[in-house]
């Protein structure tokens, strides 16, 4: 799937839903729960079986991003599944540091 900024994203097997705040050029295996995610709004009840392995959970209004390819996603609504990228686990953002004020 080549995802696109503002893209809706559903998982197949929970109920997490995401969308893409950045992204690269170029086609990206974006899974929840070990299943690729599908275009759109969440519609009704999950379709698969999610891998057990891939449980770890998402937590709404987080950013998960990979840096190294540029993308970043928003989690709109929470669920069981792990959030990846080819494979990999996305790590929720952390929020930069802000400047001492000695």
């Known amino acids: ?7 809706m994203l559903a998982s ?3 109920t997490t839903a995401v969308i893409v705040v950045r992204c690269p050029d170029s086609d990206l295996d974006i899974t929840c729960g070990g299943a690729a995610m599908a275009e759109g709004p969440a519609t009704g009840a999950p379709a698969g079986t999610p891998d057990p392995d891939r449980m770890g959970g998402s937590l709404l209004g987080k950013r998960y991003a990979d ?17 990846a990228v080819n494979g990999v ?3 929720v953002k952390t929020a930069k540091p802000l400047p001492a004020s000695d």
């Open 1 to 7: 799937m080549r995802p696109r900024v503002g893209q």
């Open 12 to 14: 197949t097997v929970d």
């Open 67 to 83: 840096e190294d390819l540029g993308l970043e996603l928003l989690c709109t609504k929470q669920g069981p599944g792990t959030l």
């Open 89 to 91: 686990p996305l790590p």
